[in-house]
């Protein structure tokens, strides 16, 4: 069971890692425009702040050999790159090639068990369904997971899932028990799941009682 955190912004890497329970970052096209910087510095940034940290990063090329060349390329960008490639049949046609370099690729945007299935097949380490999205649209990413993970079991398929697009800190929970092997999330949901009001003022009468023993002279 991992957290990985789904941002490139380096404050919030760090305070994730400062928290300890975080073991990699995802990345998009859309994280990395946020941060104002090449995606080579990005990554390079992150991966200085811990260097075990799995880093996903994601090609922008559309067409196979583009994708193999850029995967290649960033592959080499950091210790523990896992690339990050579009569910398109010229993304799988990639995953095959990459798989045999032992490149370790992730498939994003899955959005059915199908692709799941097809990504896996094509040698997939991992898969990224968007749950959030999914319920964007009244459909139910929660049942994706569930479904996804019964093929793999039954299957015996090795590919990992990788939950992202989360909306709550309540559907983390839900999604590790369903099956997801990692979820990863916003900084915001993050800091969320450490939180429960019973923790608080619990901590704040075991401070009160405590001040009430006396001290050793
Ligand atoms: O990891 C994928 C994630 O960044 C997509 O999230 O919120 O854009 O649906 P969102």
Redesign the pocket.
């Known amino acids: 069971m991992q957290i990985f955190l789904?941002t490139a912004n380096l404050q919030e890497i760090s305070k994730g890692i400062e928290g300890g329970c975080i073991s990699g970052v995802?990345t998009?096209p859309?994280?990395i425009s946020k941060e104002n910087k090449p995606l080579q510095k990005c990554i390079r940034d992150i991966s200085a702040l811990d260097p075990d940290l799995t880093i996903l990063v994601e090609v922008v090329s559309l067409e196979a050999k583009d994708m193999i060349n850029e995967a290649r390329q960033l592959s080499r960008l950091a210790n523990n790159i896992i690339v990050k490639i579009p569910m398109t049949s010229q993304g799988l046609a990639s995953v095959r090639i990459l798989s045999q370099e032992n490149i370790r690729t992730a498939v994003?945007l899955v959005f059915s068990c199908n692709q799941a299935i097809a990504a896996s097949c094509a040698g997939a380490d991992y898969i990224?369904p968007?749950v959030?999205?999914l319920d964007?649209i009244n459909a139910d990413g929660l049942n994706l997971i569930k479904s996804i993970k019964k093929v793999f079991t039954i299957q015996n398929a090795g590919t990992k899932i990788?939950s992202?697009?989360?909306?709550t800190p309540q559907s983390v929970a839900e999604l590790f028990i369903s099956g997801s092997d990692i979820v990863?999330v916003?900084g915001n949901i993050l800091q969320a799941m450490y939180k429960h009001p019973l923790t608080d003022s619990g901590l704040q009468k075991f401070s009160e009682d405590w001040c009430k023993v006396p001290k050793e002279l």
Not at 164 to 167: E, L
């Open positions: 789904d995802t998009n859309t994280i994003t990224a968007f959030g999205r964007d990788i992202a697009s989360i909306r990863t916003p």
